[in-house]
């Protein structure tokens, strides 16, 4: 079995790595609420990605709310 570690110290900035984490969770959101309904994808999600999950969940609700609902 082959380990994967991914390294975010290879953007150069924070804030880089602040909105690729962002994105990936968006794009997790949008299938957890698919598949599981909004309660089970917020749970899922805070296992997911622990600190990130929790800095970030409103505005990917509120972002969900207002456009990731809307392109379905």
């Known amino acids: 079995m082959t380990k994967v570690i991914f390294d ?3 953007f150069e900035s924070k804030e880089a790595t602040d909105m690729l984490t962002l994105s990936c969770i968006k794009h997790n959101y949008e299938e957890f609420v698919d598949e599981y309904g909004h309660d089970e994808a917020n749970i899922r999600l ?3 990605f622990g600190t990130a999950w929790e800095n970030c969940k409103e505005r990917v609700w509120q972002w969900y709310d207002s456009e990731g609902a809307d392109e379905k």
């Open 46 to 48: 805070a296992r997911l």
């Open 8 to 10: 975010f110290d290879m």
